[in-house]
Nanobody
Framework: VQLQASGGGLVQPGGSLRLSCAAS????????MGWYRQAPGKQRELVAH???????NYADSVKGRFTISRDNAKATAYLQMSSLKPEDTAVYYC???????????????WGQGTLVTVSS
């Protein structure tokens, strides 16, 4: 199983980016999916989380600016980021709880990270 994150880049303050996280491999079921970020010198933190049923929750710092969604048919999660601020600069990682075809329990998988830089 692999999680491929993409969509990062350099954007000016106030701009927008859309991150994607595509899961592939011997996947039977994907449960929760989420986005985390880690800024230089800081711990990794939860940005947004979405359940298999579509319920979401967000870090207070991104509420009203970021939207997480998923396309179960494509095994992909998205993070639409708007009104970006310099403090949103970080490496963004996707995460998913996945039950594989041969597995008997859900396991935690991480993508490789995609860098988002907000700067003028």
């Amino acid at each position: 199983v692999q999680l491929q994150a993409s969509g990062g880049g350099l954007v000016q303050p106030g701009g927008s980016l859309r991150l994607s996280c595509a899961a592939s491999g011997n996947i039977f079921v994907i449960n929760n999916m989420g986005w985390y970020r880690q800024a230089p010198g800081k711990q990794r933190e939860l940005v947004a989380h979405i359940t298999s049923g579509g319920s979401t929750n967000y870090a207070d710092s991104v509420k009203g600016r970021f939207t997480i969604s998923r396309d179960n048919a494509k095994a992909t999660a998205y993070l639409q980021m708007s009104s970006l601020k310099p403090e949103d600069t970080a490496v963004y990682y996707c995460n998913a709880d996945i039950l594989t075809d041969s597995g008997s329990y859900f396991e935690d998988y991480w993508g490789q990270g995609t860098l988002v830089t907000v700067s003028s």
